[in-house]
């Protein structure tokens, strides 16, 4: 059975902390996500990794940086958490190629700031 | 500019019936794919439809199809006979193609079904 593990389902952190979302995947899929979901916004891309070692920028990177040493592992990282980062951020893995492969998604951790 | 369009803010429909959910990109590769996922109350992801640019059929998955008409841009999917479980968000999604630091995918804003008993 695929999986991609979000290590925290709930995470509560005070303003101005440095926090780190983990992600794993055990596909071996080269392509990993990071999203944001915020009502009415859906799903906005913070940054995502075709590779190890190798990050591009999505759509809302501001804030964020991430972290690919394994391929099998994706961190997203705040580096000083605001309370504009409430939201639920979800993690996905995918193959490079075929096109036609979908994207697995983790449970979503659910990040409160404070 | 938005790559993916979803406007319709809210869908209803009477369980038995089919409903198209809206869905027009942007991108100006040739090679690109659109998926449509699910999203329920639970949070989970679900995978519902593929359709490749260069597919020449529309694709069909049970009682998902997608609306494929390249022309214009969009991806329509359509559910036949709905079910109380198909009450959801829905999304629509693509990947362009190219180089590995392309091949993001990317989402719109969904649109929430309700299914009507």
């Known amino acids: 059975d695929v999986k991609v593990t979000q290590s925290s389902r709930y995470l509560v952190k005070r303003t101005g902390e440095k926090v780190f979302l983990e992600c794993v995947q055990d596909?071996?899929?080269?392509?990993m996500f990071w999203y944001r979901q915020d009502p009415g916004l859906g799903l906005r891309l913070i940054y995502f990794?075709?590779?190890?070692?190798?990050?591009e920028k999505g759509d809302i990177p501001e804030g964020y940086s991430v972290s690919r040493e394994k391929k099998e592992r994706f961190s997203l990282i705040l580096e000083s958490a605001s309370t504009n980062q409430t939201s639920m951020y979800l993690c996905?893995?995918?193959?490079?190629?075929?096109?036609?492969?979908?994207?697995?998604f983790g449970q979503g951790t659910r990040l409160t700031v404070v | 500019a938005q790559k993916i369009t979803q406007t319709q803010p809210g869908m209803f429909v009477q369980e038995k019936e089919a409903v198209t959910l809206d869905c027009t990109y942007d991108?100006?590769?040739?090679?690109?794919?659109l998926f449509w996922y699910k999203q329920p109350s639970s949070g989970e992801m679900i995978f519902l439809i593929y359709q490749g640019s260069y597919d020449e059929q529309n694709a069909t998955e049970g009682r998902y199809s997608l609306n494929f008409q390249k022309a214009r841009k969009s991806a329509n999917l359509v559910i036949s006979a709905s079910q109380l479980g198909d009450s959801a968000m829905y999304f629509c999604a693509m990947r362009e193609g190219g180089t590995g630091a392309n091949s993001k995918l990317t989402f719109g804003k969904g649109i929430t079904l309700s299914v009507r008993p």
């Open positions: 990794s075709y590779d190890v070692k190798m990050k």
């Open positions: 596909m071996d899929h080269e392509n």
């Open positions: 996905a893995s995918s193959l490079f190629r075929p096109m036609n492969t979908e994207a697995f």
């Open positions: 991108t100006s590769d040739q090679s690109y794919g």
